[in-house]
């Protein structure tokens, strides 16, 4: 009946055969594994038998197999399905006793060494001579429980040499040693593991709070931004709400008086306009006196029609030399000046606050920076993936953006964002910054000495630090590791002496408007940029 039912089993899914068909080939399978089978193969038209591997040129019709169907549904009836279903897998200890696919097995007997299935257990829980047999759990290691020496179970233990050993070996290469039970020798050992497993719980538990402290801990970190963050946004909305009224009143504000000035200006030009009328009338009125003929027409309406009002000689429009509105407008843009120098000086203080302070936290902002070797000093040597810098006596060929004046050097990587990188010195050195557009040639090209670079410069007896040719005197001795933090947008740049603790040196405080490169300089020393985990 074993046999019946591994015959009648699918050789994809090794379970019996549901919906069995029938290849070309003459074997059979789940009429849902063998489609299942050819889908996964990926391939249009060819189709293989996955047993033989025989090659069908079109995908086969597929037909259930009757007579297939009926032995399944017979060998379902004799209950032997759910053994089927107990077949041993590559991690289930199998049946010694089971021949072809063996089933899994019930119990193992450290008398027989063999393991059995439910079926092959039977004499063992009936038959009158097994009742003496040990049945413990299934077990793969039944054979390391047999002395290899004299094939006996080993029942015994040696606190001596604090082994297990059989009878044999406590009379023997175990004479006179301290022997006892392996069950009693267990039963002392299992008070140290319940005393071990007392500690471990113990620490667990402790654990489980410190775990719990640091959600707690998460949470309240989380709650916190997201508070600052709504309270920020809410602040800042707030300020542009009001920005925007204010710009509103603003622009109320000109234009009503933009209305006031151009009704003004209406007036004057109305009253100019009326006496250009009267003037012309007069104007015209005049020169026809002057073409009559008779003296005495003439001499009768000359002295009236030659006066002249005296508020209209008298009137004169005053033209203002200046717009009126250019100092509005002055006044929105000092104000606007001062608002940026708040707001600046309001995120620099905040990226102040929120900058790292362990060197855990630093490097979670490290860069893989390397050095770009057009830009070195033709006496200057890269090495170490282009990190490190040593003096060279053999000039390198020319570049255009290479330093000719200065032993300097700069990043291939252009650095914006927060930015964090460490360098390795001795002897003299300059620790940098620099825009690319610095000079390659010329006194105004040296780190430190224009308004394009920002250098520290390191040597035995301390340090200083350099910008636009003003040097400021640290008063911190560096270690021979020195650590850069760049935070681009908020115009902080900040050097620190790397040892135990991460000691500031110097800090910059400026508006950065280009993408900064890493930079150092060396003469008759060395330096390097550390590659950071």
């Not at 299935?117 to 054979?143: D, G, I, M, T």
């Not at 775990?211 to 600052?228: F, G, H, N, P």
Request: with cysteine; charged share 25%.
């Amino acid at each position: 009946m074993e046999a019946r039912a591994e015959v009648l089993s699918c050789s994809i899914c090794l379970e019996l055969l549901k919906d069995p068909v029938t290849l070309n080939c003459g074997h059979s399978f789940c009429q849902v594994c063998v489609e299942g089978y050819w889908d996964s193969e990926g391939e249009r038209n060819i189709c293989r038998c996955p047993q033989c591997r025989q090659t069908f040129t079109s995908r086969p019709r597929l037909q259930k197999n009757v007579m297939l169907a009926e032995l399944v549904e017979e060998l379902k009836k004799t209950g032997l399905q759910a053994a089927d279903l107990c077949y041993a897998g590559p991690e289930d200890v199998a049946c010694d006793s089971c021949t072809g696919r063996k089933l899994k097995a019930l119990k193992s007997c450290l008398v027989c060494l063999t393991s059995y299935c439910e079926q092959h257990l039977q004499p063992h829980l009936e038959a009158p001579a097994f009742r003496r047999h040990k049945l413990v759990q299934p077990s793969k290691q039944l054979q390391e429980i047999l002395c290899p020496q004299h094939d006996k179970v080993k029942e015994m233990f040696c606190c001596t040499d604090q082994q297990v050993i059989c009878h044999l070996c406590a009379v023997d290469q175990h004479k006179d040693h301290h022997i006892v039970s392996a069950a009693a020798e267990r039963r002392e050992r299992e008070k140290e593991v319940d005393q071990s497993r007392g500690r471990i719980q113990q620490r667990i538990q402790e654990r489980e709070e410190e775990l719990k402290l640091l959600q707690q801990e998460q949470k309240t970190i989380r709650d916190s931004a997201d508070k600052a963050v709504k309270d920020s946004q809410e602040t800042l909305q707030q300020l542009i709400q009001n920005l925007q009224r204010r710009m509103s009143d603003v622009e109320q504000q000109i234009r009503s008086r933009q209305e006031t000035e151009a009704a003004r200006v209406r007036g004057h030009q109305e009253q100019l306009e009326q006496e250009i009328v009267e003037l012309k009338k007069k104007d015209a009125e005049l020169q026809q006196l002057s073409l009559t003929d008779s003296h005495l027409v003439f001499l009768q309406n000359w002295s009236s029609l030659s006066e002249v009002s005296e508020d209209t000689l008298s009137s004169r429009t005053h033209v203002r030399p200046h717009c009126c509105f250019e100092e509005v407008a002055a006044a929105v843009s000092a104000s606007r000046e001062r608002l940026q120098d708040l707001l600046r000086d309001t995120c620099t203080n905040i990226s102040l606050m929120l900058a790292p302070q362990t060197r855990a936290e630093f490097l979670r902002f490290s860069r893989d920076i390397t050095l770009d070797p057009n830009t070195a000093h033709a006496e200057l040597l890269l090495s170490e993936g282009n990190r490190k810098v040593t003096y060279l006596w053999k000039a390198l060929p020319h570049h255009p953006d290479r330093f000719t004046r200065y032993h300097q050097v700069l990043s291939k990587e252009p650095l914006t964002g927060r930015c964090y990188w460490e360098v390795e010195w001795r002897g003299a050195v300059d620790v940098a910054v620099s825009y690319k557009n610095i000079s390659r040639s010329g006194g105004e090209s040296e780190f430190g000495h224009n308004d394009k670079s920002w250098s520290l410069w390191c040597h035995s007896s301390g340090c200083s630090f350099r910008h636009n040719s003003i040097t400021t005197q640290v008063s911190t001795a560096p270690s021979s590791r020195v650590g850069v933090y760049l935070d681009h947008s908020a115009g902080l740049l900040s050097f620190y002496s790397v040892s135990e603790t991460m000691t500031l040196l110097h800090r910059v405080h400026t508006t950065f408007t280009q993408p900064l490169h890493a930079g150092l300089w060396s003469s008759s020393s060395s330096c390097e940029i550390l590659k950071l985990n």
